[in-house]
């Protein structure tokens, strides 16, 4: 299985919602763990969305 490593702040960046964007700029962090939930299910299906579409070229070091 391959696996990208990024810090919080780089996600919330790349994959974060305005609000997300704005909450962990106030605070550095996410106090509302509702907030982080939702960009870990996004992390999520843009993972296995990305997965899908090598698996689907014969790439299968993803498996």
């Not at 106030?26 to 698996?55: M, P």
């Amino acid at each position: 299985m391959s696996y990208i490593i990024m810090t919080k702040a780089q996600a919330v960046e790349l994959h974060g919602s305005e609000d997300q964007k704005r909450h962990f700029a106030k605070y550095g962090k996410f106090t509302n763990k509702n907030l982080e939930n939702a960009l870990i299910d996004v992390l999520k299906r843009t993972y296995e969305s990305f997965a899908k579409k090598l698996r689907k070229t014969g790439h299968t070091s993803t498996s």
